[in-house]
């Protein structure tokens, strides 16, 4: 069965290391997206992409960044993770702009 | 900038009892999402509303969407305990999906 995928489930990381989230889909869908939740902000969109080699800025981008090499695969990476980073990651894929997106189970970062 | 807004945010409710959770925004979209989510769990999507006047029902959830005044609905019939969790609206708008910030659900016997 198709499905999405996102390791590490849980991690525990330091100030100003660079911490890089993984995503993989078997759905073949040309979209996928990063969202944070946060308590009181339900989810915010990070960053997104459309396809290979496309991607593009969320909500809240700043401190983040993606990188679309093949359809599978959107890696999340934190440059320089701060405390205010700390939150639940959650990767999703769509077959197409605006359509149900299919959620993976959640990252549980933590910065300290 | 696209605001969503979901009320109420915490629901305590009976078992076989009715209610609604109301998801109002603030720029014209016609495609609006419901999804559910189980406490240290995934979102699951419930329901796709694609146009105006669109409903959908799956047990004893009914969603509604009325893009003329910016408002969908869920509405609950006759709740029992497994429905209790958290719902998100969300709309989608231009590149972007916005989230409300989801009601909490308790059904209590």
């Known amino acids: 069965d198709a499905e999405i995928t996102q390791s590490p489930r849980h991690k525990i990381t330091e100030t100003g290391r660079q911490v890089t989230l993984a995503c993989h889909q078997t759905?073949?869908?040309?979209?996928m997206f990063w969202y944070r939740q946060d308590l009181g902000h339900g989810l915010r969109l990070i960053h997104y992409?459309?396809?290979?080699?496309?991607?593009n800025k969320g909500e809240v981008s700043d401190g983040y960044s993606v990188s679309r090499s093949n359809t599978e695969d959107l890696p999340l990476t934190l440059e320089s993770a701060a405390s205010s980073q700390t939150s639940v990651y959650f990767c999703?894929?769509?077959?197409?702009?605006?359509?149900?997106?299919?959620f993976g189970p959640g990252t549980r970062l933590t910065v300290l | 900038e696209l605001k969503v807004e979901q009320n109420p945010l915490f629901l305590s409710m009976q078992e076989g009892k009715n209610y609604t959770i109301y998801c109002n925004y603030s720029?014209?979209?016609?495609?609006l999402y419901w999804y559910r989510q189980d406490p240290g769990k995934s979102l699951e999507s419930l329901f796709v509303?694609?146009?105006?006047?669109a409903v959908k029902q799956e047990g004893r959830l009914m969603a509604s969407l009325d893009t003329k005044a910016r408002l969908s609905t869920l509405h609950i019939t006759a709740a029992v305990h497994d429905l209790s969790a958290t719902y998100f609206c969300a709309v989608f708008y231009g590149d972007d999906m916005r989230f409300g910030a989801g009601t909490r659900l308790t059904v209590k016997p």
């Open positions: 999703a894929s769509s077959a197409g702009q605006g359509l149900e997106q299919f």
């Open positions: 992409s459309y396809g290979v080699q496309d991607t």
């Open positions: 720029t014209t979209s016609d495609r």
């Open positions: 509303l694609l146009s105006n006047g």
């Open positions: 759905w073949n869908h040309n979209n």
